[in-house]
């Protein structure tokens, strides 16, 4: 091919047709591919959402914890912090960008470090609240169909924990360990309380109520009369505290389902970003870049930061929000 | 990449700015100010904003609608593609734009029938 032929065909190699790097390239198309695996995830959720559209939890009720402030409903407040963090990380990382542009090899060194120490934060949040979600706050029961049911104070409209209530059945049933019995045969450990303590703690409290998932006109979680309680409890079968792959205290399982794979593969991302600025942080600190001529990895890593703080905006409206 | 190609306008050359920093700047507040008022309704709820809006409560929708313009601006600035060619442009943005809108559509009204299904049917979840 003569050189007349090659520079005129942008597309005969050779060129940059799309004038951006190979590597830069590489790094949109992973982050295209990544965007659709996500989008897959969140509408998965929203399709289970529509499908128990009118008893699906409410995030508000859920994420109430703020650090420091034990027993203040406090929803919203910290995942938006979170989301301040994050964006306030993917700052920093545009301006490490920006002076890697201009040859600054100490501002990037300096921006790349707020970046990873904000993405550690972000982790470390996103753990904190994980532990809140796992731990449960009230407890409930679960029915045989796998409905949740929760206690609420007639006289207050608040919620009442199992503990307020529950009164003490003294059983001989343990947790049972495969060390001291069939080998093969193990179970996690026992709720607090079994269902007929529970049972036994509403009937003696004249002013509990059970609160159901299912979602009145003006959308709160419909609460029952007295007797409809009476005789809704009847059909719990296994007490519920806190949230994991299976049960889940605060309503639909589906939720905590989705609350654990959307946000971990979240958390993952962030953490491997972080991983990810650390190896090029200390590239930057060992001066391989300034010795390369330029800083096109801060720029493709900054890519794939941005891409993380671009999922956590539409993970924090859909999970948190909407 | 030399830095004079970045584009240093948005909101469609409304607000301009001197340099590069001063932008990502710009946009950080832009940002944070879009945040506030997603956090503010969220935490507020204002009564008339409950009001049922093509199927969706209308304050849900101003979530969503918020949510894409931060997307937008973390894209369009944060990741430069304001300042790439349009044929990346293109080709990073049309799929997403083709695709996620479509997946939406599609599971979100099989969702709505398995909803529906469930209420009017035979079956019933009341154990």
Same mark, same amino acid.
């Given at each position: 091919m003569d050189v007349a032929a090659t520079e005129t065909n942008v597309w005969g190699g050779g060129q940059k047709p799309l004038n951006a790097s190979y590597g830069k390239l590489m790094m949109w198309f992973f982050i295209v591919s990544d965007a659709l695996t996500f989008s897959g995830f969140l509408v998965a959720y929203g =399709?289970?959402?529509f499908k128990n559209i009118d008893s699906w939890p409410i995030a508000d009720e859920v994420f109430t914890h703020f650090p420091f402030l034990h027993g203040v409903d406090a929803p919203m407040y910290y995942v938006a912090l979170m989301t301040f963090i994050l964006i306030f990380s993917s700052v920093t990382m545009v301006l490490a960008v920006d002076a890697g542009h201009h040859m600054q090899k100490g501002k990037v060194v300096l921006y790349m470090f707020l970046t990873i120490i904000g993405g550690a934060v972000f982790v470390g949040s996103q753990a904190w609240e994980w532990k809140n979600f796992i731990k449960g706050e009230y407890g409930a029961l679960?029915?045989? @169909?796998?409905?949740?049911l929760q206690f609420v104070n007639a006289d207050t409209g608040k919620r009442v924990a199992l503990e307020a209530f529950a009164t003490n059945i003294d059983t001989p049933r343990a947790t049972h360990q495969n060390s001291n019995?069939?080998?093969?045969v193990g179970e996690t450990s026992l709720p607090t309380f079994s269902v007929a303590e529970v049972t036994r703690g509403f009937e003696a409290n004249e002013n509990l109520r059970i609160r159901i998932q299912k979602l009145n006109a003006e959308g709160h979680k419909t609460v029952l009369t007295r007797e409809a309680s009476l005789n809704k409890i009847g059909q719990a079968v +296994?007490?519920?505290? @806190? +949230?994991?792959?299976?049960?889940?205290e605060y309503g639909n399982r589906l =939720? +905590?389902?989705? =609350?654990?794979?959307?946000? @971990?593969?979240?958390g993952f991302h962030v953490f491997s970003g972080v991983i990810i600025n650390i190896i090029i942080f200390l590239n930057v600190m060992m001066g391989t870049y300034e010795k390369r001529g330029h800083y096109e990895m801060v720029e493709k890593v900054g890519l794939y930061w941005h891409f993380v703080d671009l999922v956590w905006v539409f993970v924090f409206t859909f999970f948190y929000l909407v | 990449m030399a830095q004079e190609t970045h584009k240093l306008a948005i909101f469609r050359g409304l607000l301009k700015f001197k340099s590069n920093q001063q932008k990502i700047w !710009? %946009? /950080?507040?832009?940002?944070?100010? %879009?945040?506030?008022?997603e956090v503010v309704l969220g935490i507020v709820k204002p009564a008339p904003l409950n009001t049922m809006f093509l199927r969706m409560k209308l304050l849900n929708w101003i979530f969503? $609608? /918020?949510?894409? %313009? #931060?997307?937008?601006?973390?894209?369009? &600035?944060?990741?430069? $593609?304001? &300042?790439? #060619? !349009?044929?990346l442009k293109s080709a990073i943005v049309l799929p997403l734009l083709i695709l996620i809108p479509y997946l939406v559509f599609i599971l979100l009204v099989e969702g709505n029938y398995i909803f529906d299904v469930m209420r009017d049917g035979f079956v019933s979840w009341n154990f």
């Open positions: =399709f289970s959402r679960e029915t045989k @169909g796998g409905q949740i019995g069939i080998w093969f +296994a007490v519920v505290e @806190g +949230a994991n792959l299976i049960h889940n =939720f +905590a389902d989705f =609350f654990f794979f959307i946000t @971990g593969f979240h | !710009g %946009v /950080l507040i832009f940002l944070s100010i %879009v945040t506030t008022i969503i $609608i /918020l949510t894409i %313009v #931060k997307a937008y601006y973390i894209a369009w &600035d944060f990741m430069h $593609i304001r &300042d790439e #060619k !349009g044929s």
